[in-house]
Each structure stands twice: as C-alpha cells, then as structure tokens.
C-alpha cells in the first residue's frame, strides 16, 4: 500500500471521523445517529494510514508526487 492521501486531505477525515464519533458517544439516546457516527472510525484510520481504497479504485491521489 502507497501513501495516496496528502496532508489536507487526512487532516479533513480525522475531523471528520472524531466528529462522527463524537455524535454517536454524546448524541441523543435512541436516534440514528448513534450508530450512523460508529461510519467514523472508517476516514479516522484512513486518516491514520494514508491510504483510501475508494482512492485505489478511482484512481485518486491528493498527496504529493515524489
């Protein structure tokens, strides 16, 4: 697996995913969003990787070319 997720673009989905998560720890009791904002975890560890396969597979790549 290369990197295929530039620095803006991880920055983005780990606010994103914490703020997914967030929603689904404090939000109301018994609404949907509490196990919508659990979909969090997924952009936190591409975030955390550097690697989306979503990207992979429609050819995308926001990071740097070496």
Not at 8 to 37: E, K
Not at 48 to 66: F, N, V
Request: aromatic share 10%.
């Amino acid at each position: 697996m290369t990197t295929n997720m530039g620095s803006t673009d991880r920055i983005i989905r780990m606010v994103a995913g914490i703020a997914l998560v967030l929603l689904a720890v404090f939000g109301p009791a018994g609404s949907a969003w509490n196990w919508i904002g659990w979909i969090g975890l997924v952009p936190i560890v591409t975030a955390l990787i550097g690697w989306c396969p979503a990207y992979k597979i429609l050819g995308i790549k926001t990071c740097k070319s070496a």
